[in-house]
Structure formats: C-alpha cells, structure tokens
Nanobody, 126 residues
Framework: QVQLVESGGGLVQAGGSLRLSCAES????????MGWFRQAPGKEREFVAA????????LYRDSVKGRFTISRDNAKNMVFLQMSSLKPEDTAVYYC???????????????????WGQGTQVTVSS
C-alpha cells in the first residue's frame, strides 16, 4: 500500500521556522516528482513547491520564494520542506504529493500528482 506521511507541523510565531518531512512507503518513487501543497481554511488547495527526482529542478510559488526550500533524500525515501520567515498567511494544512509528470508548467496543478499524504497542520501566530 502506497503511503505518504507528513510530519513536522505545529504552532510557530511569525518569523519562525519549521521543517516538514514526508516519508514515502509502499513502492519505489524512483523517477517521481515530489510536491508540497497547502490548504488554508475556506480556500482551495494551492501549490507550494516541487522537486524533480534527481533534485536538479525545483519550483516554488512566488509567495514562498526565498523563504521555503524543498529537498529530498532518495536513499531514505524522504522529502522535506524547510520553511523560514513564516508569516500568518502561511497557516494551512500542508500536503505531500507524488507524481510522474515532469512538465514544469503542469506541476503547479494537483492534477499532476497521483499520491497524496494526509497532511500536517502549520499554524503561524502573529
């Protein structure tokens, strides 16, 4: 059974940092693109960041560029999202996702991903 399990969420003050982790199990994700999405209350789920299989390519939504960093450890089947200079508007449930699509223009859409985790809550207080 394929599983993506997120961890590392929590409550942090504005300006603080958190590191989210996503553990992959149940199959090999060799060659898969990994992404992070988030969904705030009352809003649609939105793209945050994505990373190619060999980590040679990364994508970010504009509002997190320079503050968030996506990375992966393929040997350990893990993906990470380092979040710094957090703002209250970063408050959301963060989801890890995996997909085979490699076309950059499509990676911003959740349609490009086949597997999803259950999410981890990130709350940033002002």
């Amino acid at each position: 059974q394929v599983q993506l399990v997120e961890s590392g969420g929590g409550l942090v003050q504005a300006g603080g940092s958190l590191r989210l982790s996503c553990a992959e199990s149940g199959r090999t994700f060799s060659g898969w693109t990994m992404g992070w999405f988030r969904q705030a209350p009352g809003k649609e789920r939105e793209f945050v960041a994505a990373i190619s299989w060999r980590a040679g390519s990364t994508l970010y939504r504009d509002s997190v560029k320079g503050r968030f960093t996506i990375s992966r450890d393929n040997a350990k089947n893990m993906v990470f999202l380092q979040m710094s200079s957090l703002k209250p508007e970063d408050t959301a449930v963060y989801y890890c996702a995996a997909g085979l699509d490699r076309e950059s223009s499509r990676l911003y859409s959740d349609d490009a991903y086949d597997y999803w985790g259950q999410g981890t809550q990130v709350t940033v207080s002002s």
